[in-house]
């Protein structure tokens, strides 16, 4: 579809680098300042599939700078600016190498950890006699190392971060802080608009002050579960799958198509009927997480569009 952004090789006034993830590409600024462009590439399973979802990488941004705003009184972030619908701009920060995933309900890869037998998953016990998305008694945390483009997330327990040097335990410790105080946060926002925040991620980074901030995106629908909280508990009690806000609905289609990332295995053909789906759901996500109508932006020229936006930006 030609109304969508699946590359980013823009060369800013300044530029000094570029790191491209699965999804964003972040620009260094005169060592100064970061700019990270949200595309509309998705990635599930860890790949990244060939076709790119209108509207996605707006709406991953959009979501993720309105988040920041609402939690940056009990966590500081990177964010200073937001010139385009797609772009943020922000502090240079030194991301650490870990994912903090936390998880207030047993569902998704804990589930399926669960129902392998295992009921240890990062060093945190998971209580016996639990069925599929059911509440934690309190939430766990259970971090995953941070991979480069088209590798597997690795889960690592917090033992063997520190005992790895992979973050300090100074540090470590302040990510755990910050982790549960934004999970708390979100989980009230959540519950005003009659959502459950069932599970997600937050990756932090370090400015070069040596201050600890939240980077990269916050409780979007490609990091986050949520499940409607009307008729969770009845559906629970009848055995009955969740009603759910997350990208989950796209791994739940690969795994129908048979693949699951792992090796040997094709994705699947996507139709463009099928792709234009799959943005109308974005939209759905968007509108019931942020209680809000979303206004699709100018897709007529993305790149260019990106390109001036920024440019203007800088030159202030």
């Not at 709406?59 to 500081?76: G, H, R, S």
């Not at 206004?295 to 569009?305: E, L, T």
Request: glycine fraction near 6%; charged fraction near 30%.
């Amino acid at each position: 579809m030609s109304n969508t952004i699946t590359d980013s090789n823009f060369n800013f006034t300044g530029q000094k680098s570029v790191y491209k993830g699965k999804v964003r590409a972040v620009y260094n600024i005169n060592d100064k300042e970061l700019v990270m462009v949200a595309t509309d590439r998705l990635s599930a399973f860890d790949v990244v599939m060939p076709k790119g979802i209108p509207f996605k990488g707006q709406i991953l941004n959009q979501i993720a700078t309105k988040f920041m705003a609402q939690t940056e009184d009990i966590v500081p972030n990177w964010l200073t600016a937001t010139p385009d619908p797609n772009v943020a701009v922000g502090h240079l920060c030194t991301p650490f190498k870990v994912e903090m995933v936390i998880r207030g309900y047993m569902s998704g890869h804990a589930a399926r950890e669960y129902k392998a037998g295992r009921r240890l998953l990062c060093g945190v016990a998971m209580p016996e006699g639990m069925k599929e998305n059911d509440i934690f008694p309190s939430p766990i945390i259970t971090p995953a190392t941070k991979a480069e483009m088209g590798d597997h997330d690795e889960d690592i327990s917090r033992k063997d971060i520190i005992k790895k040097g992979v973050v300090s335990e100074v540090d470590y410790l302040v990510l755990e802080e910050y982790t549960r105080k934004l999970f708390q946060r979100g989980t009230e926002i959540a519950a005003s608009r009659g959502l459950i925040l069932v599970d997600t991620k937050y990756e932090f980074g370090k400015t070069k002050e040596g201050k600890i901030v939240l980077i990269d995106e916050i409780h979007t629908p490609d990091s986050s579960r949520y499940f409607y909280a009307d008729g969770y508990q009845d559906r629970q009690d009848r055995g009955e799958e969740q009603k759910q806000l997350s990208k989950e609905f796209v791994r739940q289609w690969l795994i129908a198509n048979d693949f699951q990332g792992l090796e040997g295995q094709t994705v699947p053909f996507m139709s463009d009927e099928y792709i234009t789906t799959v943005s109308e759901r974005y939209i759905e996500l968007y509108e019931n997480i942020m209680g809000e109508k979303f206004v699709k932006a100018d897709v007529s020229n993305i790149d260019k569009r990106i390109e001036d936006n920024v440019e203007a930006y800088l030159a202030k």
